[in-house]
């Protein structure tokens, strides 16, 4: 049996954080290994949210930790994956804490790694026809993300649905093989782990997820976010794709 963990990212999440953990299924606890919270040193209460909801849970599997100074998103999530190389799990789950993304569903993120047909399962919003506007993402925001999306596909010869969203699962073995350190400490970090696994021509699959967007603040600056996002694709298609002439079939938005 697989070992599992979950990585929580929050930051600021002090009205979301005991929520999003409730809203892990039983099926789902009863498997994984251990539940790592990286608080990424918040300016509100959300650790202490997370010590207070595993006293009295006496939740054994949850950990809570509290980086002493801001790694940012793609650091703290370096630290993550780290921290899930150093445990030995074999599949790691990224979960937002700010409730952004369904705990609920984390099942279909994990089957297709339980059962050996992906290295890299990302849960996707765009799958549906629809689901993201009707789950209240903003309009600036859906037709951003089509358009860099496409953008990316295009240079990276990829067929995704979607490179923006943050739920997704993770073989550690694969993981161990992506030089973690050399990435940036920033938003676009997702951008670059997806690269990275193109690189290396790893499975990725794309699940549907449903779409939630609340009252939570985001953090990301837009503009630089998608400079970012465009130059590293670009990099990528210059330095390797279109150098090596590498196709890359495995990496598709199809569900097959």
């Known amino acids: 049996m697989a070992r599992i963990g979950i990585l929580v990212v929050a930051y600021n999440a002090e009205a979301t954080l005991r929520s999003v953990l409730e809203r892990i ?14 608080d990424d040193a918040s300016h509100d209460h959300t650790y202490e949210v997370g010590v207070d909801y595993q006293r009295q849970m006496g939740q054994d599997k949850l950990r809570i930790y509290r980086n002493p100074v801001n790694l940012m998103y793609g650091g703290n999530q370096r630290r993550g994956y780290q921290y899930a190389i150093d445990r030995g799990l074999d599949i790691v789950v990224l979960l937002h804490g700010d409730g952004q993304y369904a705990p609920e569903v984390m099942e279909d993120l ?10 890299m ?15 209240r993402m903003p309009l600036y925001k859906y037709v951003g993300n089509k358009i860099l999306t496409w953008l990316e596909n295009r240079l990276a010869g990829t067929r995704l649905s979607e490179f923006h969203s943050g739920y997704r699962a993770y073989s550690v073995r694969a993981l161990e093989t992506i030089p973690l350190n050399t990435l940036t400490t920033n938003w676009h970090f997702d951008t670059q782990i997806i690269l990275e696994f193109l690189k290396r021509r790893y499975r990725i699959k794309e699940v549907p997820i449903p779409t939630y967007y609340g009252d939570e603040i985001c953090h990301v600056n837009g503009i630089p976010y998608a400079a970012n996002c465009v130059r590293e694709t670009l990099m990528f298609a210059l330095f390797h794709r279109w150098r090596t002439h590498a196709a890359l079939p495995l990496a598709s938005g199809s569900q097959e």
């Open 25 to 38: 299924p039983p099926a789902i606890m009863d498997k994984v290994e251990e539940i790592f919270v990286f």
């Open 110 to 119: 994990l089957t297709p790694l339980e059962t050996g047909q992906a290295d």
């Open 121 to 135: 399962v990302m849960g996707s919003r765009m799958l549906v026809p629809g689901a993201a506007l009707k789950g």
